[in-house]
């Protein structure tokens, strides 16, 4: 039982590039979660997901996207990098209540 | 809005102390107030849950307070040790389809001998 896995774990962009971050959970859980974490930020939610098929954004959804085509995966996309979005970015998937976290993907955008 | 605030950055205690952490939301009692235990370059997990209609919740030495009149939580881990030293987080959860998790910044306890 894997849990929450995400991929890449780290990853350097060069500004304008585009990238899509891939978030899997094997626990059958309806709801999953984009943050991303900065120094004195704390967790900031950029997209997340109520079911398959739907997405809705978060409190930071600017320069990011998000498909849930399948229940298990959660897709995060950046079309054109920006500095800006140097950041760690974190997948969650919730049962209802509590959220169970991956190990973060660590993104520089140079 | 709702803001979830976790006023001190930092706290230092020494160990056998008992750590306080204060949650403050500012507007909707929220249905769920959920604490998360973070260590560096890991993901937070999932410590304690606290219903707005609870009052308290007790897990091994941690144990969560809701006052809805004050709007705040409070999380306390007794007789401290070193290994508790990490960062704790807040999170707030409304009911409904729309189930947003919101994080409060955090606070990092540093737990000494």
């Known amino acids: 039982n894997a849990g929450v896995t995400q991929t890449p774990k780290f990853r350097v962009l060069k500004t304008g590039q585009s990238m899509t971050l891939l978030c899997a959970q094997d626990?059958?859980?309806?709801?999953m979660y984009w943050y991303r974490q900065d120094p004195g930020m704390g967790l900031r939610l950029i997209h997340y997901?109520?079911?398959?098929?739907?997405?809705a954004k978060g409190e930071v959804p600017d320069g990011y996207n998000v498909s849930r085509l399948k229940k298990q995966n959660f897709l995060l996309g950046l079309e054109s990098a920006a500095p800006s979005q140097t950041s760690v970015y974190f997948c969650?998937?919730?049962?209802?209540?509590?959220?169970?976290f991956g190990q973060g993907t660590r993104l520089t955008v140079v | 809005s709702q803001k979830i605030e976790q006023n001190s950055e930092a706290l230092n205690i020494q160990e056998g102390k008992t750590a306080t952490l204060t949650c403050n939301y500012t507007?909707?009692?929220?249905?769920?107030l959920q604490w998360y235990r973070q260590d560096p370059g890991r993901g937070p997990v999932f410590l304690l849950l606290?219903?707005?209609?609870?009052k308290e919740k007790r897990k091994e030495r941690l144990k969560v307070t809701f006052d809805t009149t004050l709007k705040q939580s409070l999380f306390h881990i007794t007789a401290s040790q070193p290994a508790d030293s990490a960062t704790y987080l807040c999170?707030?959860?409304?009911?409904?389809?729309?189930?947003?998790?919101?994080f409060g910044t955090g606070t990092r306890l540093q737990v000494t001998l």
């Open positions: 969650a998937s919730s049962p209802g209540q509590e959220a169970f």
């Open positions: 626990m059958n859980h309806e709801y």
């Open positions: 997901s109520v079911g398959e098929g739907t997405t």
């Open positions: 507007n909707y009692s929220p249905a769920y």
């Open positions: 606290i219903r707005e209609n609870e």
């Open positions: 999170a707030w959860r409304n009911t409904g389809t729309a189930s947003k998790l919101t």
